[in-house]
């Protein structure tokens, strides 16, 4: 139960990364920057997919009780179809 717990903050960490990134891609007003958040934005994404891949919970689609638990399990969908659509187009 720990591990599932620090799993799902690790998405959790992840996707407010992701968010607060793509927030500043949003505002960002040069073109030099906003290539920086696209590659920050990127690796981001590259670390949530790898979250996904290791964090394992005992029923994945539950329903969620809390904000936390909605949107740590949405994180989790969302990293599930990123990791099938790629592994797929690599094989």
Do not use: H, N
Not at 23 to 33: D, E, K, Q, S
């Amino acid at each position: 139960m720990k591990q599932a717990r620090e799993a799902q903050l690790r998405l959790a960490a992840v996707v407010g990364e992701i968010e607060g990134l793509y927030t500043a891609w949003l505002r960002a007003r040069g073109p030099a920057r906003r290539r920086r958040l696209l590659l920050e934005l990127a690796t981001a994404g590259t670390k949530l997919a790898t979250e996904s891949a290791r964090a394992t919970t005992p029923e994945p689609y539950q329903l969620p009780r809390t904000r936390r638990t909605r949107r740590t399990l949405a994180a989790q969908r969302g990293a599930d179809w990123l990791t099938d659509r790629f592994d797929d187009a690599e094989q």
